[in-house]
DNA sequence: AATGAATGAGTTTTCATTCAT
DNA sequence: AATGAATGAAAACTCATTCAT
């Protein structure tokens, strides 16, 4: 009642960007980029559209300044639940577990950031590709180490950038099918992924395999 | 030079309907669903709009018509290049090839089905769902098939259709980063993605897991 | 079957611009003008537009040709339903009664003559209004007939003209009621209108008027 | 000269409100429903289309608006002219005079109030058919009123309908012939009309009626 | 600091009408 | 005689964006 009823007057900067960008994330989550209408971001806030305009710019600004914070926060999360001084296979599960966690607590963050993430070649291109980017280098320093460590040969090192690409789209795709599946715990799937990556790419590291001439 | 130059009248409407499909997949798969404008998809098609609300409907419609169209063709490659008879294994890898094969030569059709694929919640969830759908259980088939061979317990069995989301995914995000890395040669990315699913999850099935306590 | 089925071929042109007529009428009088298309009328005629246009010409003549046949039929009905050679009370008598039967068994035709009567300025004034002067014309000869012979003074004969006016105007409100009151017998709605009519105008022929200072 | 020249800015929303609906009363009743355009609104009142959308809503709502408030304009001059304590038939006298005088000194209402009335089937049937049936009630009420005090039989009140509907349509034809003679004086008209009505209908409720039978 | 008022520029969509066969 | 193919032109409507207060 106080909330929506009375618009709070004469709020200092910092608050009401706060107020605006909460309330883009869920709308631009809710309808996604293009369907959203800054009409109903500055209902949702509380705020009239100048004020948006002013403090954050066009659409595609704040649709970045979204992308930033959401991307942000799930970089924190991830980094915040690894220690770095553990092993590679140890600091990758943290990190997955901390993944599925901030998507099983953060839904809109999720449905935001990843929702538009395919896209290319939109407005907005630059920062979701920038995070995207991010999270395949992150997976892939992991994996590089570990291929490093066991003497892979140049070719199959050239493999872990893909491999990384390569699982981070399974992160997305499974994170996605969790959704609609909630029933189930946060360790099992982040243990799905694991099992695929570790073992994946360990049998891979140790020339373990899986060849058509075999057959 | 003729086909964009001078205007070719009078067509049948079968070789009408191609054209415009031809320049919406065109148009889709460069700007996006949104972006895109039906005046663009009527000047590249070298046609009035009128027509391509006679022939092919709204611009959902027509979307639809293009999803539609290209999926088919996408299954229509997978399928032709798998032989039913084969071994698990061997239908998965044939079905990798094959897929790998049509994003290469099909760029195009890749990017207008891909795009849009993420998107839940637009005005074509189902179209783009349903094809993304039957790819998921198509791989879910064949794994199930190893899993139950294997004696897999029942846990286990009900991972397959998140492991296939997974794998889907990771095809998926593989395919694109391929996009960027021309160099790399079809039965390469295969054979990646053929090791991150055959060997991931066929250590899983036999048991051998990656498990935190073991460190 | 056959009149839907298969469109016959090379008939001579009356018997086409019946078909077409028929159909416009129809479409016409469901819709209105402005919201029937040619698409439908071409349709429902069972006739390529081509044909239409070569035939009947623009959307506005076809409409006119429309408004000319049925009002060409409206007013043999009601010539033919009159002996001129009978008293100016039997005359108005018979004609009302012809009309409303008219009304009764065209309902089509009587929809599409006044529907669009009152929209003076459209592009189709001209014909519907020629019409209705037409009827106002009839009416006012009959009247002024009577006024003439009962000596009536000149100011009161100029009234005539906008008593038929009212009466024409009365008669087509009464029409469009008893169609939705389809149980009250045709002599009956006739009499109604024959009596406010004779009876309202011969008082007043007469110098049996109402008027305010009586009271 | 001021008031087309320049346009004045930044009005409150019940000024622009005004002046749209002015505006559209206007174009409506010079070119009709269909055949007026937004743009042409919008021009007129010197106000850009988006405005219209946002304080009046479709094309359909802002014709809706017109005639309800035409239609409550003009049943406020009949209303405030007619004392509810007077007789029924100076009731319908001054009923009569006070529309007539509306008609003259406001033409464009009365058109785009009676324009439309009778295209039924367009999309906004609801309005104005609501506006003549009150209308016609009103009359009804009153006739009822003079039927009921004169021991008509039931047959004949059952009739009181049907002549309100033709007394109402025989007003509006009147007063559209009325403006195609200007120089007659309002009180004539309304005497005219008001005979037709109460002698014509007096006659009938005391049984003086014409009957074919009679010659 | 904050907003109601206002719009330019675009979008999809439809329809009467005509050409080429 | 007859039509499938084709379009120019305009209509309703929306939205990101800004001005004046």
Chains 1, 2, 3, 4 share one sequence.
Request: with cysteine; net charge negative.
């Amino acid at each position: 009642m106080s909330v929506e009823d009375k618009r709070v007057k004469r709020l200092p900067r910092e608050v009401r960007e706060k107020q605006i960008l909460d309330a883009a994330v869920r709308v631009f989550s809710e309808h996604g980029y293009h369907e959203a209408s800054m009409d109903e971001v500055s209902e949702v806030a509380g705020v009239s559209k100048p004020m948006i305009y002013a403090y954050l710019g066009s659409k595609e600004d704040l649709f970045a300044a979204c992308i930033r914070r959401e991307a942000g926060l799930l970089m924190e999360a991830i980094a915040g639940g690894v220690d770095p001084d553990l092993a590679p296979d140890m600091q990758l599960w943290m990190g997955l577990r901390s993944f599925f966690e901030f998507v099983a607590s953060n839904k809109q963050s999720w449905r935001v950031l990843h929702r538009q993430v395919i896209s290319q070649g939109g407005p907005f291109s630059e920062e979701v590709l920038a995070m995207r980017t991010r999270a395949i280098n992150l997976v892939d320093a992991l994996l590089s180490r570990v291929a490093t460590k066991k003497g892979m040969d140049d070719h199959a090192q050239k493999s872990t950038e893909a491999m990384s690409a390569a699982l981070v789209g399974a992160g997305e795709s499974l994170a996605d099918w969790w959704l609609d599946h909630p029933a189930v715990p946060t360790r099992t799937v982040a243990s799905w992924l694991m099992n695929l990556a570790w073992m994946g790419f360990g049998d891979m590291v140790e020339g373990n395999v899986w060849t058509p001439s075999a057959h």
